[in-house]
């Protein structure tokens, strides 16, 4: 499979979102030696360079934008809680073996996700959603019909980060300067190398683990297309449509 992705066409805060979630497949799979692989140091580094940029900024009321973001996706995640659990009491062995799988992973990553820090609930949302992406779970998920909801969490996971990410940006980068220019080139092309690192040890290794990285990389490059064409088919309805507005004397700044 070709894991190619044009990262260039990515907000900066979607590429912060992209570059983290590749890190979470990568040390989801738990690779041997993946600790001292250069490729993945690399990234991690580059990771902490941007975000270190963002220190001498206080931190500030969050958007209600965010906000409504992260009530969404706590309420993903207590309907997911809700569905297993209802399973897990199943006089259906199959569904009540299915249930107790997912379940022990929700319980991995933290059941009273919604009511952690924005941070750790981030963190383990992201560990949670790449753990149940591995093969093991997919029957399972088949079984219980999970699927939608778990679609949904996934989508409103990055929609969070998104807006979360966006909002540090627009604090802490109003115009673009070749300091910035600089970590995110480096940034990008860390990633590239983290990437086809993956692939290499797919076809030199052998490595079911590598296999389910490449795997899930695939399915993060085709939600972030998918994401880009709905963004793209939004802007040009918005240009089609008539400026029925009256203009405003004062500025919107």
């Known amino acids: 499979m070709s894991l190619f992705f044009s990262f260039s066409r990515l907000t900066l805060a979607k590429l912060l979102s992209y570059g983290k979630q590749l890190l979470f497949i990568v040390e989801s799979e738990e690779i041997d030696g993946i600790n001292t692989c250069t490729q993945y140091l690399n990234v991690k580094e580059s990771d902490r360079n941007i975000q270190a940029s963002y220190k001498a900024i206080r931190k500030s009321r969050l958007t209600d934008e965010v906000k409504a973001a992260n009530k969404k996706r706590g309420t993903l995640i207590r309907?997911?809680?809700?569905?297993?659990?209802g399973f897990e009491h199943s006089l259906v062995p199959t569904e009540k073996s299915a249930a107790l799988l997912i379940g022990g992973a929700i319980k991995?990553?933290?059941k009273d996700l919604p009511n952690q820090p924005l941070a750790d609930e981030s963190t383990n949302v992201n560990a949670l959603l790449n753990e149940v992406a591995k093969r093991d779970y997919t029957a399972s998920i088949?079984?219980?019909?999970?699927?939608?909801?778990?679609?949904?969490?996934?989508?409103?996971q990055q929609e969070f980060e998104s807006l979360y990410y966006q909002r540090k940006v627009k604090q802490t980068i109003t115009v673009k300067t070749p300091s910035a220019s600089k970590l995110r080139a480096e940034y990008e092309q860390n990633i590239r190398n983290m990437v086809a690192f993956a692939e290499a040890n797919v076809t030199i290794s052998k490595d079911a683990k590598w296999d389910n990285?490449?795997?899930?990389?695939?399915?993060?490059?085709?939600?972030?297309?998918a994401q880009l064409r709905a963004r793209k088919v939004s802007e040009n309805e918005d240009t089609s449509k008539p400026a029925n507005r009256v203009p405003s004397m004062v500025s919107e700044g």
């Open 142 to 156: 088949e079984l219980l019909r999970l699927a939608p909801v778990l679609e949904g969490l996934r989508l409103a």
């Open 213 to 225: 990285v490449c795997s899930m990389i695939k399915n993060l490059n085709d939600t972030f297309d």
């Open 108 to 110: 991995q990553f933290g």
């Open 79 to 85: 309907q997911l809680v809700l569905m297993v659990k």
